[in-house]
Protein backbone atom coordinates (compact mmCIF):
# COMPACT_ATOMS: atom_id res chain seq x y z
CA UNK A 1 0.00 0.00 0.00
CA UNK A 2 1.22 3.29 -0.73
CA UNK A 3 2.02 6.12 1.51
CA UNK A 4 1.50 9.60 1.59
CA UNK A 5 4.71 11.53 2.55
CA UNK A 6 2.86 14.40 2.78
CA UNK A 7 0.62 13.16 5.76
CA UNK A 8 3.25 11.81 7.67
CA UNK A 9 5.33 14.71 7.83
CA UNK A 10 2.35 16.64 8.76
CA UNK A 11 1.49 14.24 11.52
CA UNK A 12 4.74 14.03 13.16
CA UNK A 13 4.73 18.03 13.05
CA UNK A 14 1.97 17.76 15.15
CA UNK A 15 3.11 15.00 17.60
CA UNK A 16 6.52 17.73 17.47
CA UNK A 17 4.63 20.23 18.43
CA UNK A 18 2.65 18.34 20.98
CA UNK A 19 5.68 17.26 22.99
CA UNK A 20 6.99 20.55 22.96
CA UNK A 21 4.03 22.55 23.66
CA UNK A 22 1.90 20.66 26.32
CA UNK A 23 -0.64 23.52 26.27
CA UNK A 24 -1.72 24.78 22.80
CA UNK A 25 -2.52 27.61 24.07
CA UNK A 26 0.71 28.47 25.08
CA UNK A 27 1.56 30.09 21.52
CA UNK A 28 -0.32 31.79 18.77
CA UNK A 29 1.20 32.51 15.22
CA UNK A 30 -0.29 34.78 12.93
CA UNK A 31 0.72 35.64 9.24
CA UNK A 32 0.58 37.84 6.40
CA UNK A 33 2.48 38.49 3.20
CA UNK A 34 4.38 41.05 5.09
CA UNK A 35 4.45 40.15 8.34
CA UNK A 36 4.89 37.24 11.13
CA UNK A 37 3.40 37.38 14.29
CA UNK A 38 4.52 34.89 17.40
CA UNK A 39 3.09 35.08 21.18
CA UNK A 40 4.24 32.80 23.28
CA UNK A 41 3.70 31.92 26.60
CA UNK A 42 7.43 31.83 29.20
CA UNK A 43 6.08 28.33 30.25
CA UNK A 44 6.02 27.21 26.06
CA UNK A 45 8.67 24.49 26.94
CA UNK A 46 7.84 22.00 29.75
CA UNK A 47 9.71 22.65 32.76
CA UNK A 48 11.08 25.85 31.60
CA UNK A 49 10.49 29.29 32.20
CA UNK A 50 11.82 31.52 29.53
CA UNK A 51 13.19 35.25 30.33
CA UNK A 52 12.15 37.24 27.70
CA UNK A 53 16.57 37.59 26.87
CA UNK A 54 16.93 33.99 26.60
CA UNK A 55 14.44 33.13 23.22
CA UNK A 56 14.71 34.31 19.94
CA UNK A 57 13.08 34.06 16.71
CA UNK A 58 14.77 32.37 13.22
CA UNK A 59 18.10 33.93 13.16
CA UNK A 60 18.35 36.04 17.00
CA UNK A 61 15.55 37.93 16.62
CA UNK A 62 14.94 39.22 20.28
CA UNK A 63 11.34 39.45 21.65
CA UNK A 64 10.00 42.86 20.54
CA UNK A 65 7.67 42.93 23.05
CA UNK A 66 7.62 41.12 26.56
CA UNK A 67 3.78 41.26 28.79
CA UNK A 68 3.99 41.58 32.35
CA UNK A 69 1.66 38.26 32.35
CA UNK A 70 5.07 36.56 31.02
CA UNK A 71 3.72 36.85 27.38
CA UNK A 72 6.14 37.51 25.11
CA UNK A 73 5.32 38.61 21.06
CA UNK A 74 7.66 38.61 18.02
CA UNK A 75 6.55 40.95 14.88
CA UNK A 76 8.63 41.02 12.10
CA UNK A 77 8.76 41.42 8.52
CA UNK A 78 8.64 38.73 6.11
CA UNK A 79 11.67 38.38 4.93
CA UNK A 80 13.42 39.19 8.32
CA UNK A 81 15.17 37.08 11.12
CA UNK A 82 16.28 34.36 8.15
CA UNK A 83 12.54 33.47 7.67
CA UNK A 84 12.62 31.20 4.66
CA UNK A 85 9.82 31.74 2.14
CA UNK A 86 8.70 29.30 -0.23
CA UNK A 87 6.71 29.98 -3.08
CA UNK A 88 4.52 26.44 -3.97
CA UNK A 89 1.91 26.61 -6.93
CA UNK A 90 -0.63 28.63 -5.51
CA UNK A 91 0.53 28.98 -1.55
CA UNK A 92 3.31 30.88 -0.11
CA UNK A 93 5.51 28.48 2.71
CA UNK A 94 6.91 30.53 5.52
CA UNK A 95 9.17 28.88 7.77
CA UNK A 96 11.47 30.16 10.80
CA UNK A 97 12.13 28.27 14.42
CA UNK A 98 11.80 29.77 18.03
CA UNK A 99 15.20 29.10 19.66
CA UNK A 100 15.31 29.09 23.50
CA UNK A 101 18.79 29.51 24.81
CA UNK A 102 19.64 28.91 28.90
CA UNK A 103 21.27 31.80 30.74
CA UNK A 104 22.22 29.83 33.40
CA UNK A 105 22.81 26.17 32.27
CA UNK A 106 23.60 24.43 28.53
CA UNK A 107 20.17 24.09 28.02
CA UNK A 108 18.49 24.51 24.62
CA UNK A 109 15.13 23.82 23.16
CA UNK A 110 13.90 24.99 19.52
CA UNK A 111 10.78 24.91 18.01
CA UNK A 112 9.70 24.54 13.85
CA UNK A 113 7.75 27.12 12.87
CA UNK A 114 5.63 26.94 9.55
CA UNK A 115 2.59 29.33 7.80
CA UNK A 116 0.72 28.75 4.84
CA UNK A 117 -0.33 31.41 2.92
CA UNK A 118 -3.09 31.40 -0.05
CA UNK A 119 -2.63 33.44 -2.84
Same mark, same amino acid.
Given at each position: %????????G??????? %? *???A &?????? *????????FY? *??K???????? %????????? =???????????? =?? &??T??????G =????V?? &??????????? =?????????????????H *?
Amino acid at each position: %MKSFPGLQGFLLLLFF %M *RTCA &DDWSAF *RLQCTNHWFYL *RIKATLFPNIF %MDPDEVFLG =IGCPVSTSWPND =IY &DFTYRTYSCG =IVNKVLH &DVTLLQTKLTY =ISKNSTLRAEMPLSCVLH *R
